[in-house]
């Protein structure tokens, strides 16, 4: 007995067969592009992209030699099987998107871009992350103006006249005074990513530490002559305050001073390492 089957049911078919075997297809994840977005580790291309390649040699590990102005660093991390849930969930949707051949319960290395790396760190810290200070928003940033009332603002609107950011840049060791302090710009600021990759290219640069990670310091913003410890940077809850204060301190042409806080490393086992 014959079946009929019309065209447009037959095309159907073809494209959910098509669907079923892309799906099946796994991916070797090679070292020289991001982890997290595919991003190629030596040019800067979005290889995640459709259509979009480049030429560069993806299997060798990106450093300074090899790669150019358009990738200011590359962070080199290690998934296993006995990371925290939320870490752990972050690897496997990536593994789950991209079609990665890589085995979860195995102990394998990734290479980010500093957007990436500076989501996954958050998400590291904050699966860990007990808060020991007692922060009121609210006070943490004190002005000498009582007209201005941005409490209710659109904070998208006010991310959206953010574009540029400027701030100076206070190191504190764990023992010590603080280091002098940097003014720092950051140009085409889109995220709170983008603020927290400048921050901890700027402190790897100042303090000479290329080892240091996210976890081991904790970033704190407030105004520039204001007394206290300011209010964590951490979330985007903090980012929408941030950009509050800032666009409140630009308007009254005051400065932004963010302070980044060493703390004492608790790392045994160097497993997170920062590629030169």
Not at 57 to 63: E, L, Q, R
Not at 70 to 85: A, G, I, M
Not at 105 to 119: K, R
Not at 209 to 214: A, F, R, S, V
């Amino acid at each position: 007995m014959r079946i009929l089957i019309k065209k447009k049911d037959a095309f159907s078919l073809i494209a959910l067969t098509n669907t079923m075997k892309t799906s099946n297809t796994k991916t070797q994840y090679l070292v020289g592009t991001c982890f997290s977005c595919k991003k190629c580790l030596y040019c800067g291309i979005e290889l995640s992209m459709r259509k979009r390649a480049c030429s560069c040699d993806k299997n060798i590990k990106p450093s300074k030699a090899n790669r150019n102005d358009k990738v200011k660093v590359v962070f080199s991390r290690v998934s296993s099987p006995d990371l925290q849930s939320e870490p752990l969930k972050f690897i496997r949707e990536k593994v789950t998107k991209f079609g990665y051949s890589l085995d979860l319960n195995t102990t394998f290395n990734i290479s980010l871009c500093s957007t990436c790396n500076s989501t996954f760190q958050r998400i590291r810290t904050n699966s860990k992350l007990t808060y020991t200070l007692d922060l009121s928003p609210e006070k943490a940033l004190v002005i000498d103006s009582s007209e201005d009332d941005l409490e209710n603002s659109n904070v998208d609107m006010c991310d959206e006249m953010v574009q540029i950011i400027s701030f100076n840049l206070v190191i504190k060791p764990v023992k010590g005074s603080a280091l002098p302090s940097k003014w720092i710009e950051i140009k085409e600021v889109s995220s709170l990513d983008d603020v927290l990759a400048d921050i901890h290219y700027h402190t790897i640069k100042l303090t000479g530490d290329e080892e240091i990670i996210h976890s081991d310091y904790m970033v704190t913003f407030k105004s520039e002559k204001a007394v206290g410890v300011g209010a964590r940077l951490v979330d985007m809850q903090d980012y929408k305050k941030f950009l509050l204060d800032y666009k409140k301190l630009l308007d009254a042409k005051k400065n932004m001073t963010i302070v980044v806080s060493m703390e004492n490393k608790k790392r045994k086992v160097k497993s997170f390492d920062f590629i030169k």
